[in-house]
């Protein structure tokens, strides 16, 4: 059943989406002065990014802008990859990186910037500094995690009150680690999943040791909630985003790119480029439960710094396969097109403008970091690049005449200016189309594949109580079928207790 979207308060907030530059509020100081040794850089030399002129600017932006897909077709160009992967891939994009400096308008060497969060893999972003500090966290015994109710949702509030929200102010700012991750309901939804998971971990763990002393049992429910978050990030998310095989390749080999004897550095190559494909992925629809089951992403934004009504509890059911059944909402393709909702960016004014659009955002920046360009590190990865052929092919199989006037402007702006985006893809752009040629939008491609595993390989082997250093650890808690190998992330929202919620399911 399909209901209309349910009265919000008007409250004048800048609302803050994905792209938008931040500031320092609502992390503790000592997070911040912790922070100050982990830096941004590169993996390849940046001489071959694009220079930042004015022209170049408005040649980004016009190709941004001209991402945007076809709101007629919109559905249609569905990957093999169910959405819930893009929200995890967000949850870890703010547990691992943090920008709050670099500015779009002026060219900058991504060395000089701080990555304000630390790139550990270690769940910081839930933990915050631990009991001991973030206290406002914790119950009272400081061993688990708060979470707070929601209110009573449904035609005449018949869905009751139940313990599916982030704990909240009075002023409905959540009471998190990083306060990003109350900026969508898919991602709030994963946070609260996670609590779940780490306080279902400790009551496991009390049953199986009574006797364990409070702060013993904290550290000891901390180690195996990071390491089951570690195992589904390598063995569910990332080998469903750059294969098994290439997965498999990096372990036995280990990182190249960013060797274990060298110190690590978050590449912007990463950060402002290839792991961005999610982007691409958003769908314009999803279902988000049996009673809101086909309405706009951007609803997901409806309840930032609210209470969330208990309609609104997120069905990740709807978005995972879970025990057989396929998830309803399957993300986009990682293609060269975005969902058209992302021309519209929570918290920008009306009118389709270049501040508005992410892919223009993602493209300008990409040359105020310097980020080097897709040909010229494919050349440095030892792969060959993409022809100008594929660059320009279309990404539509049967095209409608609207998406025949889409690819012609695209071609148009690559080829301009003696073909400077041709010869110069900047590194974003030129890793959807690899994914879009070589897979088609259901995986990414080796340029982009290289980048995102090698990256997430090396945070692995480094990560504090990280299951890569202990190769007898398994998965023991949520594993469904006896193999602790096939511990996935669907088992780890049952065990939390978040697949499956009475009255939404």
């Known amino acids: 059943m399909e209901t209309t979207q349910p009265d919000v308060p008007e409250v004048k907030i800048k609302r803050l989406a994905h792209g938008f530059r931040r500031t320092m509020f609502g992390f503790s100081p000592s997070f911040v002065e912790n922070s100050r040794a982990d830096r941004f850089g590169y993996l390849f030399d940046s001489r071959s990014s694009i220079s930042y002129t004015p022209e ?17 077709t919109a559905g249609t160009e569905n990957s093999t990859i169910e959405s819930g992967y893009t929200y995890f891939g967000q949850f870890v994009d703010h547990d691992i990186t943090l920008d709050v400096d670099s500015d779009i308008d002026v060219a900058r ?9 630390t790139p550990n893999l270690e ?32 035609a005449d509030n018949t869905i009751p009150i139940m313990p599916f929200d982030l704990q909240r102010n009075i002023n409905g700012k959540a009471i998190i680690g ?27 763990i009390r049953l199986e040791e009574p006797a364990l002393a409070p702060d013993k049992l904290f550290v000891k429910a901390q180690t195996e909630v990071r390491r089951h978050y570690q195992w589904v990030l390598m063995h569910d998310y990332l080998k469903k985003i750059i294969g098994s095989g290439s997965v498999d390749e990096l372990l036995a080999s280990g990182p190249k790119l960013m060797p274990a004897n060298k110190k690590f550095f978050m590449p912007v190559e990463f950060s402002v480029a290839a792991y961005r494909f999610g982007h691409s992925q958003i769908r314009d629809n999803y279902r988000f439960n049996q009673v809101f089951n086909n309405s706009e992403f951007f609803w997901a934004f409806t309840f930032t710094g609210r209470t969330v009504p208990s309609d609104w509890i997120i069905n990740w059911r709807s978005f995972f396969t879970v025990d057989g059944i396929p998830a309803e909402n399957m993300a986009r393709k990682i293609d060269t097109r975005v969902a058209f909702s992302m021309g519209q960016l929570p918290g920008s004014a009306p009118g389709g403008s270049f501040f508005a659009t992410l892919s223009s955002r993602n493209l300008v920046r990409s040359i105020a970091l310097k980020v080097g360009t897709g040909k010229a590190i494919a050349k440095k990865l030892g792969i060959t690049p993409l022809t100008d052929e594929e660059l320009l092919r279309s990404p539509f199989a049967n095209p409608t005449p609207n998406q025949v006037q889409l690819h012609e402007r695209t071609t148009e702006i690559l080829r301009s200016n003696n073909n400077l985006l041709l010869k110069r893809t900047p590194l974003w752009y030129y890793v959807l189309k690899e994914a879009e040629v070589m897979n088609q939008g259901n995986q990414l491609g080796p340029v982009g594949g290289s ?32 193999d602790p190998n096939s511990f996935r992330i669907v088992d780890l929202l049952r065990f939390a207790g978040t697949l499956n919620i009475p009255g939404i399911h």
């Open 56 to 72: 170049n600017r408005k040649l980004l932006e016009d190709l941004g802008l001209n991402m945007l897909e076809d709101p007629a």
């Open 109 to 117: 060497d991504a060395r000089s910037l701080i990555n304000y969060r």
């Open 123 to 154: 769940l910081d972003s839930v933990y915050g500094d631990g009991p001991g500090v973030d206290s406002f966290l914790y119950d009272s015994e400081g061993v688990k995690l708060l979470v707070a109710d929601t209110v009573p949702g449904g």
């Open 178 to 204: 990083d306060p990003r991750n109350d900026e969508n309901l898919f991602v709030a939804q994963m946070h609260m999943s996670i609590i779940k998971f780490h306080n279902a971990v400790v009551d496991a």
């Open 451 to 482: 980048i995102v595993g090698e990256v997430f390989i090396r945070l692995l082997k480094q990560s504090k109580d990280s299951f890569l250093n202990d190769p007898d650890w398994r998965p023991r808690f949520g594993v469904t079928d006896g």
